[in-house]
DNA sequence: CCGAATCCAAATCGATACTG
DNA sequence: CAGTATCGATTTGGATTCGG
C-alpha cells in the first residue's frame, strides 16, 4: 500500500486521511470542471470544441487543463487526427465511463433538488431559522 | 423556472448553464471538504469536534464554513445545547441523508480505484504515452 | 481548429491566535 | 468546547495573445 491508510475500509484505503492516495483522488474529483466535463463526455466521442460549447462559461485554459487532468488520471483518452485544421477528439476510458455514471447521478441529484435548495437558501438569507420568533 | 434552462432535462433544470440553480448546486457539492464533512456526518448525531477528528487536517474555519453552507442549503441541522461547556450537534437532514449516499459512493469509488490511478499518474510522469515510442 | 503561454486579479485556504 | 478573527501564502480563474 502506498501509505499508512486506515484499514477498516473495503480496499485498505481512507479518504478521511490526507496521506491516502485516495485522498488525492477525491480532491481530483472536487471540481466543478471535472463533474461537467465529464458529464459532456458521456454519449461518446467529443471534439474539443463541441465540449467548448456544451460546458457553458468554460475557457480553453480550463477545458484544456481539465482534459490533461482526466488523462494523467487515465479517465479520458486523447486521439489527434494529423491533418489540417487539426482535430482532436476526447472519449471515457472504461474506468471513465464507470466514473461517469456516478458523477451523472450527482448532477440529476442537484437538478432535481435545485427548487428546495433555493427555498432554503432563500430562508436562510430572510433570516428564517429558530421557531416562533416573531420579528414586528 | 428560475431563469431559462434548457428545457430538455427530466427537470427542467440544466447543471451545464451557468445561470441555472442547479449549476450553483454542483459547484457547491464541488468541494473535498462537503465530501468528507458529509461522509462523516453519515451515521448519526456528531459533535463539532468529533467531526474534526475524524476529517483529518480540516481546520476549524473550514469546518465551520463547510456545516454553515450544509446548514444553508437545507442537508444538515444544527442543535445547540446552553450548557457549559458548549455543546452542539449535526445531523443530516433527509435531503441531506439522500445525498450523502451518493456522495459516499464517490468516495467509495475514489478509494476503490486508487490503485489504477496511481499507476495512470506514474505513467505520466514517466512520459508513458504513444506506443512504440523506444526511448534508450 | 486546437491548443500553449503569459499575466494578473481575486478568491480560497491554511496556520495561528484568541474568545465566551 | 465550539467557534471567530486575522493574515499571508497559494491557488484559481478569466482575459488575452500567440502558434502549428
Keep these: 500500500m502506498d501509505s499508512e491508510c486506515a484499514p477498516d475500509t473495503p480496499f485498505g484505503y481512507d479518504a478521511f486521511r490526507r496521506e491516502c492516495m485516495s485522498h488525492t483522488v477525491l480532491e481530483m474529483l472536487a471540481s466543478k470542471w ?10 461518446g466521442r467529443r ?30 483518452r486523447r486521439e489527434i487526427f494529423p491533418v489540417i485544421p487539426p482535430r482532436v477528439e476526447y472519449e471515457l476510458t472504461d474506468l471513465g465511463c464507470n466514473l461517469s455514471d456516478l458523477l451523472n447521478q450527482i448532477r ?20 428564517g431559522d429558530e421557531p416562533a420568533e416573531f420579528r414586528a
Excluded at 471535472?34 to 463526455?41: D, E, I, K, M, T
Design 47 to 76: 471534439r474539443y470544441g463541441e465540449l467548448q460549447r456544451k460546458v457553458e462559461g468554460i475557457t480553453p485554459k480550463m477545458l484544456t487543463q481539465t482534459l490533461r487532468i482526466l488523462e494523467r488520471d487515465g479517465l479520458v
Design 34 to 43: 471535472v463533474y461537467l466535463v465529464v458529464g459532456a463526455l458521456k454519449p
Design 108 to 127: 440529476v441529484w442537484a437538478e432535481r433538488h435545485a427548487p428546495e435548495i433555493r427555498d432554503s437558501r432563500a430562508q436562510s438569507l430572510a433570516g
